[in-house]
T-cell receptor
Framework: KAGVTQTPRYLIKTRGQQVTLSCSPI?????VSWYQQTPGQGLQFLFE???????NKGNFPGRFSGRQFSNSRSEMNVSTLELGDSALYLC???????????FGSGTRLTVV | GNSVTQMEGPVTLSEEAFLTINCTYT??????PFWYVQYPGEGLQLLLK?????DKGSNKGFEATYRKETTSFHLEKGSVQVSDSAVYFC??????????????FGKGTLLTVNP
């Protein structure tokens, strides 16, 4: 059974640019959530989608957005990149509450 | 909001030593605790979980019991191996209000096991 697939694995962008990250969940998982991991702030929740609807959103500026498609694949977009957006972005999928979340390997974004 | 406090590392042990990583939390609703492990350069892997009070999760020799009265979910392993070297995260999902549908993580504990 394929795991959670995130693309690309690595990305280098320049300040002011925008970026789109992709996540394909485990087949049958309809919940997809995104997390940002940095050495200073640790793991922080960005947002969660279920059946194309955002059900929860973390405390991030509006430059961070996401969406989910009918096949449960999800994308997140960061506009007007800042140096502080450099992080590992992790996507997780789940069957439901209490079932645990399966994480992808992440996308390492570096903003220069 | 919810919060997770776990023992800060780094923790350095010799092979076959006993491991404990403490984790306590505050939650407003009906929490479910988890332990995740992150190996260098990788994402998070679910290590074990609990869904109700006094549940004991176990996997690969690791164990943790969900103690509702002390709001704790301490991770233990009787005999660690070099391959257990990684960062361990305690996490919580909570089916209430703004905490719904997300995990709240502790800061992580770096474990290094020497041969």
């Amino acid at each position: 059974k394929a795991g959670v697939t995130q693309t690309p694995r690595y990305l280098i962008k320049t300040r002011g640019q925008q970026v789109t990250l992709s996540c394909s969940p485990i087949s049958g998982h309809r919940s997809v959530s995104w997390y940002q991991q940095t050495p200073g702030q640790g793991l922080q929740f960005l947002f969660e989608y279920f059946s194309e609807t955002q059900r929860n959103k973390g405390n991030f500026p509006g430059r961070f957005s996401g969406r989910q498609f009918s096949n449960s694949r999800s994308e997140m977009n960061v506009s007007t990149l800042e140096l502080g957006d450099s992080a590992l972005y992790l996507c997780a999928s789940s069957l439901g509450y209490g079932r645990g979340y399966t994480f992808g390997s992440g996308t390492r974004l570096t903003v220069v | 909001g919810n919060s997770v406090t776990q023992m800060e590392g780094p923790v350095t042990l010799s092979e076959e030593a006993f491991l404990t990583i403490n984790c306590t939390y505050t939650a407003t609703g009906y929490p479910s605790p988890f332990w995740y492990v992150q190996y260098p350069g990788e994402g998070l892997q679910l290590l074990l979980k609990a869904t109700k009070a006094d549940d004991k999760g176990s996997n690969k020799g690791f164990e943790a019991t969900y103690r509702k009265e002390t709001t704790s979910f301490h991770l233990e392993k009787g005999s660690v191996q070099v391959s257990d070297s990684a960062v361990y995260f305690c996490a919580l999902s909570d089916q209430s209000g703004g905490s719904n549908y997300k995990l709240t993580f502790g800061k992580g504990t770096l474990l290094t096991v020497n041969p």
